[in-house]
């Protein structure tokens, strides 16, 4: 867990919002077919925005905020896996 910490917290969030960029663009991309956890729909909705998509699934069971949470909570991890990844990938190319 020590080693978690060992970067800058700045760091974590600008992975997370690359990772949350990535779901975004992906999401508008797949359109319907982003049935469960549709970040485009999700994005717009919270900026006011109607688009002719239908709510995805973590909207309709847990609502817009619940929905919200989740998809920052996802991105947050997977922005945690990346810099550890990418820790990791660098030290196996410098030993």
């Not at 960029?21 to 109607?50: Q, S, T």
Request: glycine share 10%; proline share 3%.
């Amino acid at each position: 867990m020590k080693t978690l910490f060992n970067h800058p917290t700045e760091l974590y969030i600008i992975a997370g919002i690359a990772c949350l960029c990535i779901m975004i663009i992906i999401d508008f991309i797949l359109g319907p077919e982003a049935e469960h956890l549709n970040a485009w729909v999700i994005v717009n909705r919270l900026l006011g925005r109607e688009i002719p998509l239908t709510d995805s699934l973590a909207i309709q069971r847990l609502g817009l905020g619940g929905a919200t949470f989740l998809m920052l909570a996802i991105n947050g991890a997977l922005g945690i896996f990346l810099i550890q990844g990418l820790k990791l990938f660098i030290k196996l190319i410098h030993s």
